[in-house]
């Protein structure tokens, strides 16, 4: 055992990596507190404290972050319409600085010098919670066990890990013949690594919230509107659901966190949100992912529905450019950085008419909509109309169309 170097807050999860590296840190001479995040994930968050108290933690934290999760970092990611290139809805990403804000309060309130976190040295949530860490309290030094030479050393590969749990007596959910590692919260489960790694194998599996796509779900309400479970609305919380009203059963959910579960579990039995995709990771390489995201799936389609209804067509393709810059950002860890805050300020003032209801239905992994409705629709029936000429004048194309062609 190494001398004594103070207390370090441990962003724990209960896994391989993370149980290995409390030991590992009470080896170096750390005093060891766990912060687990509850931010959706399935787990005995009980059986958690009492594995890490067993492996050595002095204090174990575990706090419910989901409500924050999904009002102030989910709802955001709605507005802007948000896709990492075009088809990665940025499950993990958004998690990332809400657990980071969290774990800095706790080394506050243990004043600690240290937080330490499980990110491998070759992804992007060693940049995103660092980022965070960094712009939320800037004195704090991070411990980045994959990214230390004596670490990495010695446990060049997962298989290490898995001798180093059995050596140490810790229980850890992973074995040699499910070789890939799993990230659940609210929004998403992603799958990586292992036998992941290689692009052209077919993946199988455990359907988690995936159901078997072939039942038609009976068509179901989104509502979006200028108000947030009922309060009136701050700045920038227009264009986010505040209610969903299920149109088979008359079901319906108003408050955030009930709502987004009730959409995860319609959407999980109907295979929405499945993606398997090769994307860009801020360190430069490629990588493979498979992802679920059902409730933020029917989302994304419900809200670009409406905004397209509501939304002046010029301000849209402003807010289009924004909504690319945000996805960057969160994806690469700038969450808590001067230029993020500006663009979801942009964004939130982008929503002010974005309101109203959208008819939608899932079936066999597709979202569909139905129809729409809003008391701030740009849409003029009569002015669009085959049928009746309204306050149009035709003869008015011929010149638009003469100019157009004159280049």
């Not at 075009?86 to 309130?109: D, H, K, Q, S, W």
């Not at 919670?129 to 990214?147: D, H, K, M, N, T």
């Amino acid at each position: 055992m190494s001398e004594p170097k103070g207390t370090v807050v441990l962003a724990y999860s209960g896994g391989l990596d993370t149980s290995c590296i409390l030991v590992w840190l009470k080896e170096q001479g750390y005093a060891v507190v766990a912060f687990l995040a509850n931010i959706g994930q399935k787990e005995d968050f009980a059986e958690a404290r009492k594995k890490a108290l067993a492996l050595g933690a002095e204090k174990v934290y575990v706090e419910d972050v989901r409500r924050e999760f999904v009002e102030e970092f989910v709802w955001a990611a709605v507005q802007a319409g948000a896709l990492y290139e075009e088809r990665y809805p940025l499950g993990t990403a958004l998690a990332r600085p809400c657990i980071a804000r969290r774990l800095v309060g706790i080394a506050r309130r243990e004043r600690a010098a240290y937080v330490a976190h499980g990110a491998t040295g070759k992804g992007n949530d060693q940049v995103r919670f660092e980022l965070s860490c960094y712009a939320l309290c800037p004195g704090i030094q991070v411990i980045a066990p994959w990214r230390l030479p004596e670490f990495y050393r010695r446990f060049p590969g997962r298989r290490e890990l898995m001798d180093y749990a059995e050596k140490h007596g810790i229980p850890v959910p992973v074995t040699p013949q499910t070789p890939w590692s799993m990230d659940e919260n609210l929004m998403h489960i992603s799958y990586e690594a292992g036998i992941l790694e290689n692009p052209k194998v077919i993946h199988h599996l455990p359907p988690r919230r995936r159901g078997r796509p072939g039942r038609p779900l009976p068509n179901w309400k989104f509502h979006g509107g200028p108000c947030v479970a009922g309060r009136p609305a701050g700045p920038g919380s227009a264009g986010v659901p505040v209610k969903v009203t299920n149109a088979g059963d008359g079901a319906a959910r108003q408050e955030a966190l009930e709502l987004f579960v009730y959409l995860n579990e319609i959407a999980g039995k109907h295979g929405v949100g499945r993606i398997d995709i090769v994307e860009n990771r801020f360190v430069g390489m490629k990588s493979r992912g498979i992802y679920e995201t059902p409730a933020g799936t029917i989302l994304y389609h419900a809200h670009l529905d409406i905004e397209a209804f509501t939304m002046d067509r010029e301000v849209r393709k402003i807010k289009q450019g924004l909504a690319l810059k945000f996805s960057e950002l969160v994806y690469n860890g700038f969450w808590h950085s001067p230029e993020c805050e500006f663009v979801r300020h942009c964004i939130g003032r982008s929503q002010e008419a974005v309101q109203g209801t959208v008819r939608l239905a899932v079936l066999k992994g597709h979202v569909y909509v139905l129809g729409r409705a809003s008391p701030r629709s740009l849409y003029n029936e009569e002015l669009v109309s085959m049928n009746v000429q309204g306050d149009y004048e035709p003869a008015d194309a011929t010149g638009f169309i003469n100019i157009n062609s004159l280049r």
